[in-house]
């Protein structure tokens, strides 16, 4: 396996840039300048990253619109029964309303207890492992301490490659034109590819795994590959690789 390190500079400098975030559901993060707004703002809008982009942001905007201008606060001052009340209605795909209430409310007692989503992950987060797999199992099973919501923060014994945690994580972690680096004490040397299927296809294109699934160990598969070509970055051209794919499909 032989990865030609100029072509993916060159497709990274092509497509990482700001204007080619629309349509992603990273945009939410920059509605936001306060780093407890980005992230409260990211967590919804990655967990919600799934099915038709169009569909996506029609539903992050229909949970974000009644929080206002800070949902950091808006989740710290809303109690669980209004919560669950607001969004009574809520659909996405296989996600109802009263999931994503558990969901948020979750998330609610995670910023009550560490005052932030960056605490809560740094609680698990071991300097020294070569990936964040473990903090992310750890992180998951004390995000769902009290109740589970499957569809948005699957239980790790499901062996799911945790694609949308690993986006939320690209965004909050990485600092560059796309994502915008809210988290400081996260190496991003430690990230995992998120997993989509654009990802997973352009990796079996270029011969980064043999695996049929999409699963952790596939995630972490493709990105000891990546590691090879950039070791302090390995998810550097994960925006920049699957824009360049979405945007050809659209041709």
Known sequence: MIIDKKLLEATYDR?????????DPLEFVYHYKAAADREAA??????????????????V??????????????????????????????????TTGRELAVFLINMKTALEKYRSLERCF????????????????????????KACAPTLTPCPEKKSSFKRLNLF?????????????VWKKVSPSKLIIPLDTHMFQVAKTMGLTARKDTSMKTAL?????FRKVSPPDPVRYDFSLTRAGIRRNNI
């Open 15 to 23: 497509f990482n840039h700001k204007e080619f975030i629309h349509p």
């Open 42 to 59: 990211g967590f919804i809008a990655a967990a919600l990253a799934y099915g038709n982009v169009t569909q996506i942001l029609k539903s």
């Open 61 to 94: 905007e229909k949970v974000i619109t009644p929080m206002g201008s800070s949902p950091s606060r808006w989740l710290l001052k809303t109690s669980p029964r209004e919560i669950t009340r607001i969004f009574a209605p809520f659909k996405h795909r296989f």
């Open 122 to 145: 740094l609680k698990h987060y071991k300097p020294a492992e070569e990936t964040l797999a473990g903090a992310i199992y750890a992180f998951v099973n004390d995000f769902n301490s």
């Open 169 to 181: 994580l690209r965004w909050m972690v990485r600092n560059d034109e796309v994502d915008p680096g």
């Open 221 to 225: 598969e493709i990105t000891a590959a």
